[in-house]
């Protein structure tokens, strides 16, 4: 099994948890922010020395709450490959209906022909209005109703900008005709001639393998199709098995092999209660940031209810009945980790091992107890 950390990307919150300010009244500078990357940019170097296979970034903009303030993964995954040896560096995802899709393509070849290969290529569609319509997309959320319209929207400029994208990728040269791009625009005058086709330069030297959020079931089917690896998180066991099962079944009527992914939270304590305290101020505060959109309603349904409501807000007890959260001592995570590893078969997992609240120091100590107390427990030796 092959295990990756990614990284929400906050920064420092010391006053994080349930009893700390409303998640829309924080407001930072610009020296907490450049502290912050000072931070990822320390993370990179652990992942490396402690034997992750991935560091894995997230792509937000204009969040001057300070929760998730990486806008450009690329670039920082770049800069921090050329200083550290052989961890790889992926994009959790790049939202693909705010870029250019050739300035995107163009972006990730860049960065995979300079770090020799070290760039994992992630894509979603995207969950805030503010930084969506502010370049130039749309998307359903919380925020608007969840919009019948602008989802249609977004997943039609999504589809068209993932065939952009892999085409050039994949070919030499190319040319694409849709209904929201064009490549080449018709009529460019070139040296006495028109323009037919275009290169991206300069190109991968290797196929780009594309890891896609899971989200909804309408997304699996599309995912499973496209061949792309399913990035699955916050679901319990029997929820995700039903997924899991679900991709599956469109991968093979599309003639594909089924690839899934499986993001987990988790924290390592010398004692399961040291470990809860620690890690209950990020729990919640990341319960506090998400649920208005809806991102904890794949749980199963609280005990005496039928359904999950769409803004439900857990608990932390709740997230580890669930094994959501992997808390615990290193003999609690693994038995987690190895509950979804026997479930489903487990092969690609990433750990998120940082959350607000959290420091720098603790969330290195992280990630060496995974590498040397609870990677061994699943019989996995991570340290190169």
Request: aromatic content about 8%; overall charge negative.
């Amino acid at each position: 099994m092959r295990i990756d950390t990614n990284l929400l990307g906050a920064v420092a919150m010391p006053d994080a948890g349930i009893d700390g300010p409303p998640t829309t009244s924080r407001r930072y500078g610009r020296q907490d922010y450049a502290n912050a990357f000072a931070d990822f940019v320390a993370y990179a170097k652990t992942a490396d020395e402690t034997g992750f296979d991935t560091l894995w970034y997230t792509e937000h903009h204009f969040q001057h709450e300070g929760y998730e303030v990486i806008p450009n993964q690329v670039l920082l995954g770049l800069y921090s490959a050329a200083l550290t040896q052989r961890v790889n560096f992926g994009q959790m995802f790049n939202i693909v209906p705010q870029w250019n899709p050739l300035r995107l393509a163009e972006d990730f070849a860049t960065a995979d022909v300079l770090t020799g290969g070290r760039m994992r290529f992630g894509v979603g569609r995207g969950t805030v209005p503010r930084e969506m319509q502010t370049l130039g997309a749309r998307i359903e959320s919380g925020d608007n109703g969840m919009d019948a319209d602008a989802e249609n929207a977004n997943r039609e400029v999504f589809a068209e900008a993932m065939e952009v994208i892999k085409l050039a990728f994949e070919q030499d040269r190319f040319s694409y005709s849709g209904k929201h791009f064009t490549y080449p625009p018709t009529g460019i005058p070139d040296r006495g001639g028109v323009v037919t086709d275009l290169a991206l330069v300069p190109n991968v030297l290797r196929p780009v393998e594309v890891y896609q959020a899971c989200t909804s079931p309408r997304t699996v089917q599309y995912v499973a199709e496209q061949g792309h690896v399913g990035v699955y998180t916050r679901q319990s066991i029997p929820s995700l098995r039903t997924a899991w099962e679900r991709h599956a079944e469109h991968a093979a009527a599309a003639g594909r092999d089924p690839q899934r992914m499986l993001v987990l939270h988790a924290h390592v304590g010398r004692t399961r209660e040291e470990a809860l305290e620690r890690v209950r101020p990020a729990h919640d505060e990341l319960a506090k940031l998400l649920s208005p959109y809806g991102r904890f309603s794949y749980y199963d349904a609280p005990e005496g209810t039928d359904s999950v409501p769409f803004d439900f807000c857990p608990t932390l007890e709740e997230s580890a009945r669930q094994h959501i959260y992997a808390v615990g001592t290193p003999d609690d995570v693994a038995e987690s980790i190895d509950a979804y590893r026997e479930a489903l078969g487990l092969d690609l997992l990433s750990l998120s091992l940082d959350g607000p609240g959290l420091s720098r120091e603790v969330v290195q100590e992280q990630m060496h107890l995974v590498s040397s107390e609870v990677a061994p427990r699943l019989g996995i030796r991570m340290v190169p």
